[in-house]
């Protein structure tokens, strides 16, 4: 076993530099999660900020750090603000995050998510199914298949990070972060994280977070994926149910730690 | 002291068909709630979904198992996106359940609720007053009372259930799941469910999955009015401050079994 | 060292009055905190309202006892909804606050507070540089300073005040109440209250609450800083990360009594 293109050692750093750095979210993002993103993301110890006006959008997008842009409930006006904030977050050089939620089933989504794809994000994360249906949009892949195997999901990933020259972080039991030329597996994780509205919405907020402060967008999906699956491992250990589980969550954000990472990180 | 038209082994029914089919349930709900609603839904084992688009809230209403529709922040987006979800669940079959929120004293959504109520919800969620105003609306009620007796929004609860050929949940310290031919009273719940912000509403969606799952709406009605409340009481029983209690009531939810809907459901 | 303006009597009195008149607020304010403002406000021992589209937020705003203008996620239709309940609120003799988040950096918002302004909020709440920015529209200041001064902000709010004829809360880890003639000084709070997303904005619910039943305008916001400001110490004391953190506030405000604002409010 080889090791991986990124270790945990460049985790820790990520996490000291954004608790030194405090990088400045700016998260267009749905309507469910909004609150809940904010407190992951001070909880981890960056800051957040929802503009959405589109006159405002695409000037706050060169004054935030990083931008992420999440469509799960995406309406008209959220789509001016989007337009506006991509070409200015490139044009500021701020990395941003792409969130394709439910792309694939559902219309609107899907004819803007081409859109957005044409912007280059920096990073994609989605699950199996949402990161096919995209490279399907992009026309390598084989669109939507809700029986979903890993294996494809990788190669619509990796087709999807040479088209944007970004990476991709496919989100499941197992975490695959895949650059065009690379790939490192994540295993943190619990499956009370799936019982708690908005924890894989806020993984898009901390990965762009983690993007402000890292040395590539691989480097920043793993540490997404290790950072807040031992943060929901560590929830898990103080609360059994999901009401409890979402408030420990929080709690284990902050608390996590140099020596945490170190000794129970799960990269390969 | 008659048998009641729904059992507590009915109510225990559909909590198991709740844990095995996981209903997806489209809320079209207040701007508030949303992500309380959905983090309600996901503690009961049923699973939610915001599609507010009115290009994909049609589409999304047939894929969906069950819709809720919420007025309580009615703007003239989600007026769009409600107008295509109604025809388009009534076509495909689905359920729904229209929680008419400040209907009465606000202009517009009580003239919108009109027309919600014309494409006949399977189930009207309401307070005694809310349920008054829109059997006045119907024709048969009385229109708004503030010093509402329970009694009369029943006989308003039995026109409007006459009118749309489903059920009516008219909530309060005692609640009454109402349709044209029958009445059940449910006596569950606690004080401090009154001092959280959406729990009101969050009935709506539980009862929309139940609605799901249910052989008749009116039994729909009777579980959702008896496992809130019971989970209501259990999250009393160690949180006595709101906070802490909301906490609770989402534990509470995840934790609900036959056993404590036999031993302490109460329904006559 | 003088008597204040104000004393833990009056804040006192005020909390007493919530407690047993429950005054309703109108909350047009951002999307990112409506559930949470919503949960102090009950909490508090107020009720919440949150009524946005705009052919109905003029009507409610005369119907609430008090409204709040926070214009964090301000958008074309909130701005339509404000526009009319502004001047609503001042026909139906009804208190308001406006809190300018993130004023200053940004136009739409900018402009539009100008706009704000004109209609004579009852208070005023933000931080320094909000301040600092909201009187240099005024004329009377320096516009936004990132190093911003305390004692800069004072002057700016004293400004602010005398163009209303209401009060300023200028809020940091002193908070400021300041009207044209007046000063108190509130040392209450906790550095935990600035993890949790909403905490600030709830500041600006829990002033118009205190207005509603206050009998001035710099007593409502004297009473604002101590009960938030006491209620985040009382939480800390029991919570010591951000996610109970959240929890033990909504508690701490619910257990708030005369007793704890007499033996620990900080004014001067």
Chains 1, 2, 3 share one sequence.
């Not at 500021?92 to 998510?113: E, M, S």
């Amino acid at each position: 076993m080889s090791t991986p293109a990124t270790t945990l050692a460049n985790v820790v750093e990520i996490l000291e530099r954004l608790r030194a750095r405090r990088p400045l979210v700016h998260c267009l993002t749905n309507q469910v999660v909004k609150g809940f993103t904010a407190n992951v993301l001070l909880a981890l110890g960056a800051a957040p900020a929802m503009v959405e006006h589109p006159d405002e959008a695409g000037q706050f997008a060169g004054i935030a750090d990083a931008l992420l842009v999440n469509v799960g409930t995406l309406d008209e006006a959220q789509m001016a603000a989007i337009r506006v904030a991509m070409p200015a977050a490139n044009a500021a050089q701020r990395p941003w995050v792409f969130d394709p939620v439910a792309v694939g089933p559902l219309g609107v989504r899907t004819r803007f998510a081409s859109d957005v794809l044409a912007h280059r994000p920096t990073v994609i994360r989605g699950n199996a199914s949402e990161v096919m249906a995209l490279a399907g949009l992009a026309g390598g892949g084989r669109g939507v298949d809700s029986g979903a195997e890993s294996t494809v999901a990788r190669e619509a990933a990796r087709t999807l990070a040479r088209q944007t020259g970004g990476a991709v972080l496919v989100t499941g039991q197992t975490d695959y972060a895949i650059d065009s030329a690379r790939e490192v597996a994540a295993a943190n994780g619990h499956i009370l994280m799936t019982r708690v509205t908005g924890v894989g919405c806020a993984m898009g907020a901390i990965n762009a977070a983690c993007l402000a402060v890292a040395d590539s967008p691989l480097a920043a999906c793993v540490a997404t994926a290790v950072l807040l699956g031992l943060a929901g491992e560590r929830a898990a250990a103080v609360a059994a149910r999901p009401g409890s589980f979402a408030v420990a969550l929080l709690d284990a954000l902050d608390a996590l730690d140099a020596d945490t990472v170190r000794a129970h990180g799960r990269i390969c």
